[in-house]
C-alpha cells in the first residue's frame, strides 16, 4: 500500500493550493482523528507483513507528504514502505500528510499520530508556516513540541528539512532555512537537510502549479529520505 529553491512567484500558490486558511497557535484544535478542517487525515497503512511485530513509521506533514493529485502509491511515504518490505524489512508506513497543515496544526494532530504507536515519526511541516510570515521562533517552539511529544512516547524522530524563497526578506528565508538544523543539532535529531533538493524549480518534476512534485519528483524525495531512514532502522536493529 501503501536543488535550488522553487522561484517565489510559484512557491506563493502554495498559499493558496496548499493551505487551509489562517492559521492561529491559539486557534481551538480539532476532535481528534482529524485534521485542521475537521475532515480525517488521510491515512495509508501498509499491508500486514508476514513477519512479526513490523516497524511502525508514520509521516506527519503537509500537502508535500500527501501528495495531491497522485496515487497513494505514488507518494514517496509509499514508495519507501515497497522498497523497504521488498528488501526484506517489515515495515508499516502510515501518510499522515494533510495539504495546508503548519506546524501548529501538526502539534494539535500529534495525540492522534501518537496514539498509532510509531516507532518511528518523520516530520515534515513548517513551510505553510514560513509561507504566511509566521515568527521563526513559533514555528521552532512548535516543532520543538511535537520533537519531545514524540520521544516522551517512545518514537524516534527523522526530520525533514525545508526552504522558502525570500518574499519576506532574505535574513527570514535565511532564518527559516537554519531553524531546521538548530534544532536537529540542540535535540539530537537525524536531518535529511533539504527534502525538495533536485526536485525544487524543476519543472519536469512538479505538478502545473509547480509547487507540489509530480509523481517522478516523488521518487527523488524517497531517493532522498531514503538513506536516512535504512541508518535509523539499522541502528534501532543494533546492525
Not at 3 to 32: M, T
Not at 201 to 227: C, K, M, Y
Amino acid at each position: 500500500m501503501i536543488r535550488e529553491l522553487v522561484p517565489a512567484l510559484a512557491l506563493l500558490i502554495l498559499l493558496g493550493g496548499c493551505q487551509a486558511g489562517p492559521d492561529s497557535g491559539d486557534a481551538r484544535p480539532p476532535e481528534p482523528g482529524t485534521g485542521p478542517t475537521g475532515d480525517p487525515p488521510p491515512a495509508s497503512r501498509a499491508r500486514p507483513t508476514p513477519e512479526a511485530d513490523p516497524v511502525r513509521i508514520v509521516f506527519l506533514g503537509d500537502s508535500l507528504t500527501a501528495g495531491p493529485g497522485l496515487a497513494l502509491e505514488e507518494t514517496f511515504p509509499a514508495l519507501l514502505e515497497e522498497r523497504l518490505q521488498r528488501d526484506g524489512i517489515p515495515a508499516e508506513i502510515v501518510n499522515a500528510g494533510v495539504s495546508g497543515d503548519t506546524s501548529a496544526g501538526g502539534l494539535r494532530r500529534l495525540d492522534w499520530i501518537l496514539r498509532q504507536e510509531p516507532d518511528l515519526l518523520v516530520l515534515e511541516l513548517g513551510v505553510n508556516d514560513g509561507l504566511r510570515g509566521q515568527p521563526i521562533s513559533g514555528i521552532e517552539q512548535n516543532l520543538r513540541k511535537i520533537v519531545r511529544r514524540a520521544r516522551k512516547a517512545e518514537s524516534r524522530v527523522l526530520l525533514l528539512g525545508l526552504r522558502i524563497p525570500p518574499s519576506y526578506g532574505e535574513e527570514y528565508s535565511r532564518s527559516f532555512r537554519n531553524l531546521y538544523p538548530r534544532i536537529a543539532e540542540d535535540l539530537d535529531v537525524p536531518l535529511v537537510p533539504f527534502l525538495l533538493e533536485g526536485v525544487a524549480g524543476r519543472p519536469a518534476l512538479n505538478r502545473p502549479d509547480g509547487i507540489h512534485p509530480n509523481a517522478a519528483g516523488h521518487r527523488i524525495l524517497a531517493d532522498t529520505v531514503e538513506p536516512q531512514l535504512r541508518s535509523m532502522l539499522s541502528l534501532a536493529d543494533g546492525s
